[in-house]
């Protein structure tokens, strides 16, 4: 790619072969090998891999935070590793853990901001009111940052990077962990300071479909640059390679694993009833070859997304074992008899903390080797019924049920047929990857022989062997989320429960997760998930939307999402149907 000059009026940040590499323990790891790229001026340009691609590391560097190996990085026409402190006095930079102050409130985060970045006192009072009202935060400047909702401390970050007008604003990672009503918030925020104010916008993502929204997209894998371009144009690479299948009387699970296996499929993705398959070439398929012995088999073509040519590029780099990395094999895992259908009974469930109900009189039951979703916005009381169902937390009132047991009061018997994987994955960091199975196995009073079998299994299964020795903590975040679901499934559970276990990762490693959820499940386990990742939400076989402690809606997917259509929406996406929800709940609870 012919790189344009760094002082370019239509430049606002030139890489050219920048290489990076880091040292942790005997390891040595490239960062960044030999990339080159610009960004230009007033768009948003995504930056877009798998995890360890690079994406942050490209991001401090630009910052002025990092200086290169090899390669230089020229941020409005200076050298962000030689005149640094110049740099970071014309950007906004918002770190993938937005460098909030939880002990100070939100106005004191902004005076904090301001004094560190030198904003003139007289100017501070009108940029501060039309931050808070960009950002939706007037009325909490008094509340402490660290009782925010998720989405609400995203706001403030970037709220605070922008304390000083940037000609250049970057964010890592800044919806990781948000709820669909929050990201189109963020980007209805990034977008009017492009339009308004003339920002360069350079970002991290993880979601494809906000990769999407984007002008321009970087695509980085191993360090190395794949391909730069408007998304529309990648994704119009893949036109005439994707279908909609269903085959009358097959669950959704198994037609997904047989399409997944299939000759010439490269990706398969359950869809609410329906399996979304991706081919190698956009030569018609040949559905008798595909899914021999099969009947009623509906197909039809579907336009094509970015996602589909980003999984397509990383793969073309793949060789042929690692590109089965989506289908896992089918783990050496107890069945689960399947006598009692009922395993969860919720009735009329309430918490509160003081006057506040976080839960509010929710009832649902699950049935054994269903997958269940409970959805909500930041605050709607998902992790809080999550906890009560794990025994973690004890109901204010109504009746709770685990695997046979009444949590009010045989808490510890219900416990020992869970297994609990959460949004922060729960992983020790200071100990190996061989020590958090130990400890997790005897957590779960495994000993002898039957505790080295499943670690035995985990490290083989989940391809962790290599990294035994490796602390936890420096482990990518897809080989975290392997370990923490590996250490869940120590003991064998009859239930399974995932708190935003997907939050941050990128697709490949997403997929491979889903492939180990749907053989647990058909094999008789129970899996109750959180995700803000509405097209995770599509492989469960129903779902609860929440919102301020109640149950909106509860039904499939597809019924879920046919709530949802109309006119404008002929075939709602989920996220169309979560947010026509909350935005309606919040309309109604306005009027009251």
């Known amino acids: 790619m012919a790189l344009p000059s760094p002082a370019s009026n239509d430049i606002a940040l030139v890489v050219d072969r920048l290489s990076k590499s880091f040292r942790i323990g005997t390891r040595h790891i490239q960062a960044l090998h030999d990339v080159s790229f610009s960004v230009r001026h007033g768009v948003v340009t995504g930056l877009v891999g798998p995890d360890a691609a690079g994406k942050t590391t490209l991001m401090r560097l630009a910052a002025g935070l990092l200086s290169p190996d090899d390669g230089s990085i020229s941020v409005l026409g200076m050298d962000a590793a030689t005149q640094s402190l110049a740099v970071q006095g014309i950007i906004g930079y918002m770190p993938q853990r937005f460098g909030l102050y939880e002990d100070l409130s939100v106005q004191e985060n902004l005076d904090l901001y301001a004094d560190l970045q030198g904003v003139p006192q007289a100017a501070r009072e009108q940029r501060y009111r039309e931050l808070m009202l960009m950002a939706g935060l007037a009325p909490f400047s008094k509340r402490l940052a660290g009782r925010l909702s998720g989405g609400m401390k995203q706001k403030l970050g970037l709220a605070c990077a922008l304390v000083r007008q940037p000609a250049l604003l970057l964010l890592d990672e800044p919806t990781v962990g948000v709820d669909p009503v929050s990201r189109r918030e963020l980007w209805e925020i990034v977008y009017r300071l492009v339009r308004e104010q003339g920002t360069s916008v350079l970002l991290t993502t993880a979601y494809l479909d906000e990769a999407e929204r984007c002008d321009e997209v970087v695509l980085l894998h191993e360090g190395k640059l794949l391909n730069q371009g408007a998304p529309t144009e990648l994704r119009e690479t893949m036109r005439g390679r994707t279908y909609r299948i269903e085959v009358a009387g097959m669950d959704k699970r198994t037609l997904q694993s047989r399409i997944a296996q299939a000759p010439g499929v490269m990706d398969a993705l359950i869809q609410g009833d329906h399996v979304r398959m991706v081919m190698h070439s956009d030569t018609p398929p040949d559905y008798a070859a595909l899914l021999p012995g099969l009947a009623d088999i509906t197909a039809d073509a579907v336009p094509p997304r970015f996602e589909d040519s980003f999984v397509a590029m990383i793969k073309a780099g793949m060789d042929v074992g690692k590109s089965a990395i989506t289908q896992a094999a089918q783990p050496p895992y107890s069945q689960h008899a399947k006598a009692e259908q009922t395993v969860i009974e919720v009735h009329e469930l309430q918490r509160s903390f003081g006057s506040f109900y976080a839960v509010n009189n929710i009832s649902f039951t699950v049935q054994r080797g269903e997958v269940f979703g409970l959805l909500g916005a930041n605050g709607a009381g998902k992790s809080t019924t999550f906890r009560m169902l794990c025994g973690l937390l004890p109901p204010s009132s109504g009746t709770l049920r685990v695997a046979g047991a009444d949590l009010r009061h045989a808490a510890a018997a219900a416990r020992a047929r869970i297994g609990y994987m959460s ?7 200071n100990l190996s990857v061989t ?38 903590s420096d482990l990518s975040l897809g080989y975290k989320q392997r370990l923490a679901l590996a250490c869940a499934l120590m003991h064998e559970p009859e239930i399974l429960f995932l708190d935003e276990p997907t939050s941050g990762v990128d697709p490949l490693a997403r997929r491979e997760f889903w492939s180990r959820i749907n053989t647990l499940a058909s094999q008789g386990v129970t899996v109750m998930v959180t995700t803000h990742f509405m097209e995770e939400a599509e492989y469960c076989d ?8 109640e149950i909106l809606t509860m039904g499939t997917p597809s019924a879920i999402k046919a709530q949802a259509r109309n006119a404008t929406h002929p075939e709602p996406t989920m996220e169309d149907a979560f947010v026509g929800l909350i935005m309606a709940h919040e309309a109604q609870g306005a009027a009251a």
């Open 423 to 429: 949004q922060k994955f729960s992983l020790y960091g």
């Open 435 to 472: 020590e958090n199975l130990r400890f997790f196995s005897s957590a779960y009073d495994l000993t002898g022989a039957r505790r080295n079998q499943r670690i035995a299994w985990a490290l083989d299964e989940f391809e962790l062997a290599p990294m035994a020795d490796i602390t936890s």
């Open 542 to 549: 129903r779902l609860a939307i929440m919102a301020a402690g």
